[in-house]
């Protein structure tokens, strides 16, 4: 079981919005730790999408988006479209484990 | 352009020992923490260990505390991971990734492909 807690899928169709929750605890998110987004396709080096909640690296759409709030963090895509099906993870850090921590992972399908 | 490959994977069996490493290419490698995370066949990713970029602070994962051993060489920008006393458990792909952050608990901006360890008798 995952400190952060994930749907385990999602789906919409294409040009569609979908939203992925990760709710932590108050020894992590709740805690102002920051939280961090990753795509991961199988075979594939997982790529950072989201750091520090909000912030996306340089070559990310933004039709990707982060939002935090409590104890709680959220991916939103927009305009869905089919080479975004894959894994999506949420980390953040936490202060009782004295260390980083994941999701459980959520699978996006592109119906 | 960064890189990171990981290399000395394999099949070993319980008990023994792998060593993994991780050769760092595109950018001044002892100014980065370094961090393995695996993943395991169907599961998601797990953090493993992490090493500041002097190697004075290391952490591990309580799963691996005690059987693992990260370390680094800034002058061969290389990063390693020693595994002993490997249960089945253990089997997944390894990644090295880097931390770009400073002073605070960070995230991982850089990730190799990958090293599969398989433990199995």
């Known amino acids: 079981q995952s400190v952060l807690t994930q749907p385990p899928s999602v789906s919409g169709a294409p040009g569609q919005r979908v939203t992925i929750s990760c709710t932590g605890s108050s020894s992590n998110i709740g805690a102002g730790l920051d939280v961090h987004w990753y795509q991961h396709l199988p075979g594939r080096a997982p790529k950072l999408l989201i750091y520090?909640?909000?912030n996306r690296p340089s070559g990310v759409p933004d039709r990707f988006s982060g939002s935090k709030s409590g104890t709680s963090a959220s991916l939103a895509i927009t305009g869905l479209q089919s080479d975004d099906e894959a894994d999506y993870y949420c980390?953040?850090?936490?202060?009782?484990?004295?260390?980083?921590?994941f999701g459980g992972g959520t699978q996006l399908t592109v119906l | 352009e960064v890189q990171l490959e990981e290399s000395g994977g394999g099949l070993v069996q319980p008990g023994g020992s792998l060593r993994l490493s991780c050769a760092a290419s595109?950018?001044?490698?002892?100014?980065?923490?370094m961090n393995w995370v695996r993943q395991a066949p169907g599961k998601g990713l797990e953090w493993v260990s992490y090493i500041s970029s002097s190697s004075s602070t290391i952490f591990y994962a309580d799963s691996v505390r005690g059987r693992f051993t990260i370390s680094r060489d800034n002058a061969k920008s290389s990063l390693y991971l020693q595994m002993n006393r490997l249960r089945a458990e253990d089997t997944a792909v390894y990644y090295c990734?880097?931390?770009?952050?400073?002073?605070?608990?960070?995230?991982?901006?850089?990730w190799g492909q990958g090293s599969l360890v398989t433990v199995s008798s």
């Open positions: 520090g909640n909000i």
């Open positions: 990734a880097r931390d770009p952050s400073r002073g605070r608990p960070g995230y991982f901006d850089s």
């Open positions: 980390q953040s850090y936490d202060s009782s484990l004295s260390g980083w921590v």
């Open positions: 595109g950018f001044t490698f002892s100014a980065y923490s």
